[in-house]
């Protein structure tokens, strides 16, 4: 493997911090998370969920979650309206994005694959992870007066598997996103 080729695929990684969740700006949401931002988040959800569903290897879903968009380096985020219109060959772009790699490429892949197909519990657990990150930013965005991101939320809700996404879902609308830090200020 080419150390030149392995840094393109780092630079073109990086790409993903530039990536905006384009879904939101349906909702008018103008300046949205990006894509690093979501798969960062999704993965740390993702390693909490497996220990949850005491999965035994929960770095495995977590590694998932890290490359689960990366075709979306080259194809961009496509929300669900657009997909109405047009496709886009996600598995492609991800393979061609990875092939640079060798041996550690078809690992990607098949991590990659692994959340796709969710043929496997960790790719079960992954997907909800997704699902997961995808509805607590829709919280995020009702209390800051999106109401529409509830149909985000609701769709995530629908789609979930796992016992412990299910439960984390029904408990969602009534945690505040501020809340983790009420009681924490240091009063003087």
């Given amino acids: 493997m080419q ?3 392995i840094l393109k695929f780092f630079f073109e990684m990086g790409h993903l911090s530039r990536v905006k969740r384009e879904g939101w700006r349906l909702l008018g949401i103008e ?3 990006s894509v690093g931002d979501h798969s960062l988040r999704a993965a740390q959800i993702g390693w909490v969920l497996a220990k949850l569903e005491g999965y035994s290897n929960p770095n495995e879903v977590a590694a998932m979650l890290i490359f ?7 194809i961009g985020d496509i929300h669900k309206l657009a997909n109405r219109y047009v496709s886009a060959d996600e598995e492609r772009a991800v393979t061609e994005a990875v092939e640079r790699l060798g041996s550690a490429g078809k690992d990607v892949l098949s991590l990659w694959h692994g959340i796709e197909s969710r043929s496997t519990q960790a790719g079960i ?3 909800d992870a997704d699902l997961v990150e995808l509805a607590v930013r829709a919280r995020e965005y009702i209390e800051r007066g999106h109401a529409d991101a509830a149909e985000w939320f609701e769709a995530a809700k629908s789609r979930v598997q796992t016992k412990s996404a299910k439960e984390l879902l029904e408990k969602l609308p ?3 996103s501020t809340s983790w830090w009420h009681g924490l ?3 003087d």
Avoid: F, L, T
């Fill in 125 to 127: 657990i992954a997907k």
């Fill in 68 to 74: 689960h968009d990366i075709g979306e380096c080259r």
């Fill in 185 to 187: 200020k240091k009063i």
């Fill in 31 to 33: 300046s949205p998370e």
């Fill in 174 to 176: 009534s945690v505040s």
């Fill in 3 to 5: 150390s030149e080729e």
